[in-house]
């Protein structure tokens, strides 16, 4: 997968494409894809995704935006697994958004972007002040369009938003049902202040690139990255028994039966089942008795889940 980061960077063979953030690549954003390919193996053409970053909804109202089920690394990691040929990651900003729709259509997709079939959702807008609707991509001289209908789940839109709710409330089943694989964060391990190691549960510090996590407590992991993958429990919050509590949200996942040095390795953490909230304790000794139980817990789940 080529991987360009801006329209004029691109210089593409005729291309069936599609257009969207594609956060957390669900399974709407995956009947997408499938049309994609499908598409473009019947008319020989070169599969391309047109993706944005910053989210269109972070540039115009940062302070109400989502949070990110996907990292920009994160979401190239999917779309290369999916062997989709080519990806535009455009920056979004005053003079991309201020495009109109006619612009956008003619000059972006058709010919920077040297596109003959162009797929999006239903509900897909473009152009400035969201002018630009599918009519108007069916119009096009240069290319042709259609459009997906939305992809349900027992009568629910299954969307970015769907993911987010279910993670929040700590459903991780219903969060992978939506996304067709467990939800995962990944990063490079990082030095921390190693008080894990100090309580007798050494722990891997994993940088998070999100805007801010989308899901917070103790968790039952799977670990990937290293010779093998291994099972786990992490915390994702502020460790707020920890000198107060942090500033920012961390990682941090203690693997069972592991005892390397695996700092600057990157590291894929699969989020299986949630155990609890994060708490805080009256002291260090009753939050290493409540960490102890966690494990067992998380033991007893692979037991009876693998």
């Not at 240069?142 to 987010?164: E, H, K, M, P, Q």
């Amino acid at each position: 997968m080529q991987v360009f980061r801006s329209v004029s960077n691109a210089h593409l063979p005729p291309t069936a494409i599609t257009i969207g953030n594609f956060d957390g690549l669900h399974a709407g954003h995956e009947a997408m894809l499938s049309e994609l390919k499908s598409v473009a193996s019947r008319h020989k053409l070169k599969t391309c995704v047109l993706t944005f970053e910053p989210h269109p909804r972070e540039f115009f109202t940062p302070e109400a935006a989502p949070a990110r089920l996907t990292s920009l690394r994160e979401k190239l990691e999917l779309l290369a697994a999916r062997e989709i040929d080519y990806v535009i990651v455009q920056r979004f900003d005053r003079t991309f958004s201020s495009l109109s729709a006619i612009d956008f259509r003619d000059q972006i997709l058709a010919k920077d972007l040297n596109a003959q079939h162009v797929i999006v959702g239903d509900d897909f807008c473009f152009g400035a002040k969201r002018a630009g609707d599918f009519a108007l991509l069916q119009a096009s001289q240069n290319f042709s369009a259609c459009s997906l209908a939305t992809v349900t789940d027992g009568g629910l839109r299954i969307s970015s938003t769907a993911v987010r709710n279910a993670l929040a409330a700590g459903d991780m089943s219903l969060a992978t049902h939506y996304l067709n694989r467990p939800y995962s964060i990944s990063g490079r391990v990082v030095n921390g202040d190693k008080i894990g190691r100090t309580l007798g549960f050494p722990t891997a510090n994993i940088q998070i690139k999100h805007n801010r996590p989308p899901l917070f407590g103790i968790f039952v992991v799977e670990i990937h990255g290293l010779e093998k993958p291994y099972q786990g429990v992490a915390s994702l919050g502020f460790r707020p028994t920890i000198h107060g509590g942090d500033p920012s949200p961390r990682l941090e996942a203690h693997l069972f039966d592991f005892n390397q040095q695996i700092y600057r390795q990157h590291l894929r953490v699969d989020f299986l089942h949630k155990l609890r909230d994060e708490e805080k304790y009256i002291d260090l000794p009753t939050l290493v008795a409540q960490i102890e139980k966690d494990c067992v817990a998380a033991r007893n789940w692979f037991a009876d889940n693998r």
